[in-house]
């Protein structure tokens, strides 16, 4: 299986630009935990955003980070649980033909794809997977 630790995408020339636009379903986590998303674990630290995406998918994200890169859709109290939209952020994607794993940080969160799913670079040193199906659903080329 291909090791890619966490790819610098953004130097490969092979990797295209992307947005992602999904409206999520937020809750805020109460404690520290893991939550075992469809492609590997994602370990949560207390008020850590634990995301349900359009798809079903469901993944973690950083408090610091969640609050950087999404808003509340009208409805939602912003700090609360509800509906979200992610900003519309340019980042670099690359499909890889044969199975394979990614770091969600240095050090981090090891999570394991299939031939034809998507290494992501949300930032340097902040990477992520996405499954052939939902990647062609909730992202466009930028």
């Known amino acids: 299986m291909l090791d890619l630790g966490c790819p610098l995408l953004s130097q490969d020339p092979a990797a295209v630009r992307v947005v992602k636009d999904e409206v999520v379903a937020v809750e805020f986590a109460p404690a520290a935990g893991v939550l075992m998303s469809a492609v590997g674990p994602n370990h949560y630290q207390a008020h850590d955003a634990l995301i349900t995406g359009s798809t079903g998918d469901r993944w973690c994200v950083s408090r610091q980070r969640f609050?950087?890169?999404?808003?509340?859709?009208?409805?939602?109290?912003?700090?609360?649980?509800?509906?979200?939209?992610?900003?519309?952020?340019?980042?670099y994607a690359k499909q890889i033909s044969e199975p394979f794993r990614v770091a969600r940080s240095t050090g981090g969160?090891?999570?394991?794809?299939s031939a034809g799913?998507?290494?992501?670079?949300?930032?340097?040193g902040d990477c992520g997977l996405v499954d052939r199906a939902r990647f062609e659903r909730v992202y466009r080329r930028a």
Do not use: Q
């Open 109 to 113: 969160d090891v999570l394991t794809g």
């Open 67 to 91: 609050d950087a890169k999404y808003r509340p859709c009208s409805g939602t109290t912003e700090g609360r649980s509800g509906n979200y939209r992610n900003l519309p952020v340019m980042v």
């Open 117 to 124: 799913d998507w290494a992501v670079e949300y930032a340097p």
